[in-house]
């Protein structure tokens, strides 16, 4: 509760509100990137992350859904990334999870754009009020030196006109 509602609660003799016991959440989850990955990805590259979703809890949990984002943290374009270019696989259910038990599971990427990325997994249970995350993965793609058809397509047709022309106006001289 905000301080001034708090005060504004106590005047009127209204007391605080009762605070929400917070929950804990009995599943962790890891994220490493596959060996395979390259140390410097560019535009086009793919990379893959491999989490692991436990349970550390005493109690079989039911019902876990596990997502992945896509944050882009370059200065000046900090924001999520919609998925659907960069993965497929985007979304994972576990029906349940006994004690100790882990599902590991690959979130693989294709890398459509040049910049500084986080990706993070993200775990909530079909009961519970928590929510798990991994730690952040960080990785920058370099840019792939792309043909623009605008600047090659003048230089593609207009050399062999020229050729051609210059050949035509020798054979006329001759």
Known sequence: ????????ALALGLGAAPALAAEAMPVSIAIAPA????????????L???????????????GVIGW???????RGHEQPIDLEDWSA??????????PGEAVATDWPFRLIESGTYRVVVSAATRDGAALATSPFAD??????????????LPVALGLPLLI???MI??????
Do not use: W
């Open 164 to 166: 051609g022309a210059g």
């Open 48 to 62: 893959n992350f491999r989490t692991t979703i436990r349970n550390d809890g005493t109690a079989p949990v039911g």
């Open 35 to 46: 060996v395979a990955n390259s140390n410097s990805p560019r535009m086009g590259d793919r």
């Open 139 to 152: 990785f920058t793609v370099r840019a792939k030196p792309v043909v623009e058809s605008q600047r090659v």
């Open 89 to 98: 696989h985007k979304a994972i259910t576990i029906p349940s999870l006994a």
């Open 68 to 74: 992945v984002s896509l944050l882009r943290t370059d």
């Open 1 to 8: 509760m905000s301080p001034m509602v708090l005060a504004g």
């Open 169 to 174: 106006v020798t054979a006329r001289r001759r």
